[in-house]
């Protein structure tokens, strides 16, 4: 169960939320003081899929994943989110249940921000409306172009152009703060790309010996974004 954390600012955090950006001072503090804060371990669930939406979550501190598993145990990972970066958008507007499971990747601190206090703040707001539109239009855009992976590039290809989104700040699947290394584990890169970390550690391999990434003490190194791109455009589905 998540414990209280210590009140970070939490005004300050929200304003780097693009739902957010543009709210004066005194908009962000009454936001903040609706806002239910909870801290989780590495591991641990902060929602569960298939439960009644509580409202938006932001992730203040640290990072999340949000994924479906599958009866026989077998994770989809549909994004990483960092700090600044919102999830379980849907539900608080179509009135659904969560439709994905999320749990820290490391300690986290997230906001929940009620979701009726959503609604009456995007009522109220044209331009967090517009964001809001935003956001869901990219990440739709995101899952579209996901879906067209599995379905036409192999998987040497598929990690490539998570890669190379990544690297170049168009990440629709990790929306983490760009680093000096990629954020991310062989076994996270396989449950994104739909694969499994054997596949992936080879595709890894195959990109290094190209010159296009550095793999050094569990860390992925961007060094030649445009021998990412040539791998990411190959178009022939292999046997995963």
């Known amino acids: 169960m998540a414990k209280k954390p210590r009140d970070p600012d939490v005004a300050a955090q929200l304003a780097k939320v693009p739902y957010f950006a543009g709210l004066d001072a005194a908009a962000l503090r009454s936001l903040a003081g609706l806002a239910r804060l909870g801290s989780y371990r590495k591991g641990e669930v902060i929602l569960w899929e298939g439960e009644p939406c ?4 932001v992730v203040l501190r640290g990072r999340v994943k949000v994924f479906k598993r599958s009866a026989a145990g077998r994770e989809q990972v549909l994004l990483i989110l960092g700090a600044g970066r919102s999830f379980n958008d849907v539900p608080v507007f179509d009135d659904g249940p969560n439709p994905g499971s999320v749990a820290a990747l490391e300690a986290s601190v997230v906001a929940m921000l009620p979701k009726a206090a959503v609604l009456r703040l995007v009522a109220d707001n044209p331009a967090v409306a517009l964001a809001v539109i935003r956001n869901l239009a990219g990440r739709m855009r995101g899952f579209t172009l996901a879906v067209e992976d599995l379905a036409l590039r192999n998987v040497t290809a598929r990690v490539a152009k998570v890669l190379m989104d990544w690297a170049g700040g168009r990440a629709s699947l990790v929306e983490v703060p760009a680093e000096t290394g990629v954020p991310l584990t062989q076994s996270q890169l396989a449950a ?38 040539r791998q990411a455009e190959a178009a022939e589905k292999a046997e995963t």
């Open 54 to 57: 509580q409202g938006l979550y």
């Open 192 to 229: 994104m790309t739909g694969s499994v970390r054997e596949v992936v550690q080879r595709a890894l391999k195959t990109l290094e010996q190209e010159g296009a990434i550095k793999l050094a003490r569990g860390r992925i190194t961007v060094l030649d974004a445009a021998a990412l791109r």
